[in-house]
């Protein structure tokens, strides 16, 4: 004798299932033979093989997607935090339905459960996947994402005894020229005539602490140029 619930075999004249508890009827349901019944169960059982096969290619999609979606999320910018929040949240509403579908005493029920899990989620990635990275997201801020257009006018330089304007003196330049950019009169330090040439050394106190400029001016252009401290 089969048991028409499970299909376990059981002694002739047994009344309870050994396996699953269930009544035993020789004669089957509603007139058929033990023998159909069997086979009736031999072909639920290849159909629910077929299907748990099925939900692990499902299993295997919804891993390998995921695991795409974090490499996404890693290193480039096609899924933002809150893209992958998002998939997360899905997934666990998915699994958390399923599980109060469940019922536990009836194991083909299950199983059929367990593979519709195992779709359900696999239909969410590939989703995100296809929908969800597929064009970049700005993480800039809003005020930086657009550049401006319009030429913004060009500050005044400004005068004074900095590293900066010091940088602007060149070769050739007059005296007059060193403090219209220094923004004051320097302090001679030297002044030399030898054979028809003259050098003059001018000093500038910095806009730092014990800082320093000296300009050296040969026949009146600018010939030698030192600083120490400015800022």
Known sequence: MFCSKCGNKSPEGAAFCKKCGAVMNPSGRNGQSNEASVAKITARQNKQEEFGIAGLISLGITFF?????????????????????????????????????????????????????????????????????????APTHASQAAPQNRAQPAAAPQTGVTLANFS?????????????????????????????????????????????????????????????GLR
């Open 65 to 137: 997607g995921f695991l795409f979606v974090i490499i996404l999320f890693l290193f480039s910018n096609r899924v933002s935090f809150w893209g992958l929040v998002v998939l997360v949240a899905a997934l666990g509403a998915v699994f958390v339905f399923f599980c109060f579908l469940i019922d536990s005493d009836d194991k083909s029920q299950s199983d059929n459960y367990f593979n519709w899990l195992a779709h359900s989620m696999a239909v969410v990635v590939v989703s995100f996947v296809l929908f969800g990275t597929s064009a970049p997201y």
């Open 168 to 228: 602007r003196l060149r070769d050739g330049m007059t005296y007059s020229q060193v403090v219209e950019i220094l923004g004051r009169e320097g302090t001679l330090v030297s002044a030399v005539t030898v054979l028809g040439m003259t050098t003059r050394t001018y000093g500038w106190e910095g806009n730092a602490f014990l800082s320093r400029a000296t300009v050296t001016f040969t026949n009146g252009r600018l010939s030698m140029q030192m600083q120490s």
